[in-house]
């Protein structure tokens, strides 16, 4: 259990985090925010690279800064721009993080080996880190979060730069892992967690501004999310999500509190939960 207690984030006058409260069991959560709403800055407070400013965090109910070594051996952490040598190769890059986290010879060129083939990275183990492309880097550094088989793993916009299928198979790893363990996934890309997570998290004014399953979070626009004409008048408070192209002209994603009669109720999604809270900029 992770625990999160009025912790507060100031560098001189400027308040990055106030006042957060989460209490944290097994599962996969999203955290969600536009970029430099302070989601880093919370998971390198849960990852003991920050200390707070005000409030205390708890692993299993004793602070995580009084556990030391012990916390960080079921940490597993990979930060938004993860660091590398780039003449080291894939392998050797991540036997020498298994011998910074104590992980005997053995049992990390198994482990190694294992989540390589995992991320389908096993062909390039051998290529130097600086032949990779920005994708298989981001395959990596997965990699060495998981390698000392964390039971908190906290992941900073791990998806940049995947593509669709490697997205698919992440989801899928997640999945797989998430039963007894607490998995922390930040991001500004909504569909990344739309079907992964368990509960998601909406940061907003420096505080948590949702924390629910997802299902209940769309459940909020249940009703006011529908297909519109481009020609077709808007009431007053109507806010257009998006445009999409169709063969009949452009399609309006409309969000009203008024019934649009003639136009198609729409299912909503974290997508469009997202816009109405943060606005239009993604």
Excluded at 20 to 47: S, V
Aim: charged fraction near 25%.
């Amino acid at each position: 259990m992770l625990r999160i207690e009025h912790v507060s984030k100031r560098y001189g006058k400027k308040e990055v985090l106030k006042d957060i409260n989460l209490e944290i069991g097994p599962g996969i959560y999203g955290i969600i925010a536009p970029n430099g709403a302070g989601k880093t800055t919370l998971m390198k407070l849960i990852a003991t690279l920050l200390f707070p400013t005000e409030g205390s965090i708890y692993w299993n109910e004793q602070e995580i800064l009084s556990l030391g070594a012990e916390y960080r051996s079921i940490l597993g952490y990979m930060p938004q721009k993860p660091g590398y040598y780039r003449n080291y190769t894939a392998f050797d890059f991540l036997s020498y993080i298994a011998v910074l986290q104590g992980i005997p010879h053995d049992a990390a060129e198994e482990k190694i080996r294992t989540l390589l083939t995992r991320v389908n990275l096993d062909p390039d183990d051998r290529k130097k880190l600086k032949n990779y492309s920005g994708g298989m880097l981001q395959r990596a550094a997965i990699v060495q979060a998981l390698l000392n088989d964390p039971k908190l793993i906290l992941l900073d916009e791990p998806t940049a730069g995947l593509d669709p299928g490697e997205r698919v198979n992440f989801r899928n790893m997640l999945h797989e892992m998430s039963s007894d363990r607490i998995i922390l996934l930040s991001t500004h890309i909504v569909s990344d967690i739309e079907t992964l997570a368990d509960r998601v998290i909406f940061l907003k004014d420096q505080t948590v501004y949702v924390n629910d399953t997802p299902a209940n979070i769309r459940s909020i626009l249940d009703g006011k999310i529908y297909a519109v004409p481009q020609d077709y008048l808007l009431p007053h408070n109507a806010k257009v999500l998006e445009e999409q192209p169709s063969d009949n002209g452009t399609i309006l994603r409309v969000c009203s509190n008024k019934p649009l009669p003639g136009c198609k109720l729409l299912k909503p999604t974290l997508e469009d939960v997202y816009l109405m809270i943060y606005g239009i900029r993604k």
